[in-house]
């Protein structure tokens, strides 16, 4: 059963920066994985925020993190991180990892929550104004 697990969340005021890591262990080859960040914010929906393929780094980024946001992978430690600047008060959530097994489809593509089957506990993200 394959595992991830967050770490890095916080609490920043506004402007600021955090970094999310996510450790996947439990799996045959991390390279053959895509990962991803997904958060909740209270009251809304679970949304996409970055998602990465294993095979060559292709990434997809939510529209209102474009700029911001910095998604990357460390195949040989079985690792992904997302480097998260400017931080705003929007961006306060519940931040997941996620993986799932897959080789075809753009990050893009496969940037939603149904595509993910293995996910983290999450790790709360708060910014103040």
């Known amino acids: 059963q394959v595992q991830v697990a967050e770490s890095g969340g916080g609490f920043v005021q506004a402007g600021g920066s955090l970094t999310l890591s996510c450790t996947a262990s439990d799996l045959d080859d991390f390279e053959a994985y895509y990962m991803g960040w997904f958060r909740q914010a209270p009251g809304k929906e679970r949304e996409e925020v970055s998602c990465?393929?294993?095979?060559?780094?292709?990434?997809y980024y939510l529209d209102s993190v474009k700029g911001r946001f910095t998604i990357s992978r460390d195949n040989a430690k079985n690792t992904m991180t997302l480097h998260m600047n400017l931080l705003t008060p929007e961006d306060t959530a519940v931040y997941y990892c996620?993986?799932?097994?897959?080789?075809?489809?753009?990050?893009?593509?496969?940037?939603?929550?149904?595509?993910?089957?293995?996910w983290g506990q999450g790790t709360q993200v708060t910014v103040s104004s």
């Open positions: 990465i393929r294993g095979s060559d780094g292709d990434t």
């Open positions: 996620a993986a799932e097994r897959g080789f075809f489809g753009s990050a893009a593509y496969y940037c939603n929550t149904q595509s993910f089957g293995y």
